[in-house]
């Protein structure tokens, strides 16, 4: 499989997409915007203050989505990505958090429950990957059987 750092994305297959800085030049806009066009798959990126750094985090948020496809797909390489058979990730409900009258966290794909909901937002969601990498595996062994 690829790794993100193992491959160079061609400048022909890029789009970019930077802001135009019309209006109050002391606050000059920073985001970029970049799309693989065989694949259709877009990033934003606003986090940096400076646009070039934006352009490089931009980059590798980009490569680690197509690697991520590629694994999901199970080809080899960039180029052998089925643009037709990426799922969007975004239109997939995983988790619901239920925040009041009492707090929950429901992993929709385990079904496993917590009520210690701060932690999951400070990120700390290994058991719950833990729970859907052992489903996973069951899934496979009950297949293979």
């Known amino acids: ?4 750092t193992e491959f160079e994305i061609p400048e022909h297959h890029l789009e970019i997409i930077l802001p135009c800085n019309y209006g109050n030049i002391n ?3 920073t985001w970029v915007q970049m799309v693989h066009t065989p694949t259709g798959v877009v990033v934003f990126c606003d986090h940096e203050r400076s646009q070039v750094e934006n352009k490089k985090q931009a980059l590798a948020i980009l490569k ?7 694994l999901a797909q199970g080809v080899k390489s960039i180029a052998d990505i089925q643009p037709g058979q990426i799922k969007s990730l975004s239109s997939q ?9 009492y707090t929950k966290v429901k992993d929709l794909r385990t079904k496993v429950e917590t009520t210690n909901v701060q932690d999951v937002l400070n ?13 996973q595996s069951y899934m496979t062994a009950e297949k293979s059987s």
């Open 93 to 101: 409900i995983i988790r619901e958090y239920v925040l009041h009258p």
């Open 1 to 4: 499989m690829p790794k993100e």
């Open 123 to 135: 990120g700390d969601i290994d058991f719950l990957i833990k729970a859907y990498l052992q489903q």
């Open 64 to 70: 680690s989505k197509l690697v991520a496809i590629a």
């Open 27 to 29: 606050r000059p806009k």
